[in-house]
């Protein structure tokens, strides 16, 4: 990072948005600590630089960790499926907003009974060789993925998408996912199922809340984004900065041609805090590195 951009970067005259993946990001992938990042977190909070969750993870799920992370902003669930914004975050709704107990929702994805409905009506068609969650019971689930009872519970506790435990063969997977986008879904394969979601990804979703905050304010909005995954590279690439946070478990996801990348030494949290150290705070980052 060049001088002239770190200047720039601290004008005051620019609103920085800061977005960030959890798992292996703002949690460790192993022990699921953020307290490496918290005073990090405490003092962009009193600079007042906005940090939005952005996960695959359900609102509920969210909603507990925003508590345990003392967030108040605005957070993105599902892989861009939906934006929860609180009431009254901003002067008033934002436009196609609608509104759910204490927050404002923005739903780039589709509701999980649209996709219901879509895999209703190709199952009569197509057959359908995997396990659907919605129809199955937490028995059902627990008995044919090895989830525990709890896991099994909140994996189906999902507004905007539906996880496929596939049974059927790759050729059969395929036609399905081409049919679903046919239909107007996408699909995602995660570690263990098959989401299908509306067409959206949590780049499209972070640059409708960006969109979204420009226009409450007079300051350039710019955005920052961290994550560790490939389903974290459509957020890095509309980010002004992007940043890699290592993982303990896998290589980094490769970005090309982001003009402002940084690619964090330390894994998890820790590699975070001191991206964002080196954005923000040059000096201390650069005394850091000196005393390692
Ligand atoms: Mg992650």
Redesign the pocket.
């Known amino acids: 990072m060049t001088e002239t951009q770190r200047e720039s970067y601290q004008s005051a005259d620019v609103q920085w948005l800061i977005a960030s993946?959890?798992?292996?990001?703002l949690l460790d992938h192993f022990s699921y600590s953020h307290q490496p990042a918290d005073a990090t977190l405490a003092e962009l909070e009193a600079r007042g630089i906005p940090v939005i969750l952005n996960s695959s993870k359900t609102r509920d799920e969210m909603l507990e960790l925003r508590r345990a992370l003392n967030n108040q902003h605005p957070f993105i669930v599902e892989n861009g499926s939906a934006i929860f914004i609180p009431r009254g975050y901003f002067p008033h709704k934002p436009e196609r907003a609608r509104e759910e107990t204490g927050y404002w929702v923005l739903e780039p994805g589709a509701r999980r009974d649209c996709i219901l409905d879509f895999l209703q009506q190709d199952s009569e068609a197509h057959g359908a060789p995997y396990l659907n969650f919605a129809a199955a019971s937490t028995a059902d689930i627990v008995a044919a993925t090895g989830l525990s009872q709890e896991e099994a519970e909140k994996a189906n506790q999902r507004g905007y998408s539906e996880p496929l435990l596939w049974q059927g063969d790759e050729q059969q997977k395929l036609a399905f996912t081409a049919r679903a986008n046919a239909s107007g879904f996408a699909t995602l394969q995660g570690g263990r199922f098959l989401h299908v979601l509306g067409q959206t990804d949590k780049g499209l979703a972070t640059k409708l809340l960006k969109k979204t905050y420009q226009q409450y304010t007079d300051r350039e909005c710019k955005l920052i984004a961290s994550?560790?995954?490939p389903n974290?590279l459509d957020m890095l690439k509309v980010a002004d900065i992007a940043i890699i946070v290592r993982s303990p478990a896998h290589q980094p996801p490769t970005l090309s041609h982001h003009p402002s990348l940084i690619v964090t030494r330390e894994t998890g949290p820790q590699g975070w805090a001191d991206a964002i150290a080196e954005i923000f705070a040059p000096d201390s980052a650069s005394r850091e590195q000196a005393r390692n």
């Open positions: 993946d959890l798992d292996g990001t994550g560790d995954g974290d």
